[in-house]
């Protein structure tokens, strides 16, 4: 499942990945994590996997032989052709599951926006790294499973809530105008609690990456 997941969220982010890598990766990972494979489903260590190591190191005469010379991994075992039909049987089952929507909406345009509309209560010289931070932010709450918790919206407003706060700036107040906070400018388009828990959880992917 895992595998497949990865396989259609290539495709649909436009980042195609043929199935022989995605299988290779699999297989790659389940050795890091110590799972034990099978000798049968691993892949046999042929001239062509020496050749590839040494081409490595040759980036443009890879590329050469890639485009004269079609070099592709040897599927020749039956567990691995198993292996791929089960990853496209269960693409199937997917797309089924989700009735074939799969338009994602990120947090990127709602940020902008935002930060376009609350933009006389940021000094001009904060604008722009105040955009930037806030879609690192953004970023990195694909990390998690934000995405499938809340609305784009909510988390666009977050990050730039996160934004200001790690940029430790505080809003200016327009003449005449009473003075506010970040959340009060923001407060008409998240709830305070989703604000929190989205900040939690953005905050504690930021440590795990670290950690890492």
Known sequence: MAATCLFLGA???????????????FLR????NGETIP???RFKFTLFNLMQFFLSFLPT???????????????ALQEDKELKNKILLVERI???????ELQVH???KECFQKIKLIRNYIAESHRDELNQVAINFANDSMRSTLCLQYEPKHIAMATVFLAAIQMSIKPISPRKEPEKSWFELLESD?????????????NFELRVCIAL
């Open 11 to 25: 495709k649909v982010e436009e980042e195609h990945k043929k199935i022989e890598y995605v299988v290779r990766e």
């Open 61 to 75: 005469l890879t590329y050469l032989l890639q485009i004269y010379v079609p070099l592709r991994p040897p599927f």
């Open 190 to 202: 998240i709830p305070e609690m989703v604000l929190k828990s989205i900040c939690t959880q953005v």
């Open 39 to 41: 000798e049968s489903v």
């Open 94 to 100: 997917l797309l089924s599951t989700l009735c074939f």
């Open 29 to 32: 990972i389940k050795r890091m």
């Open 106 to 108: 990120h947090p990127y």
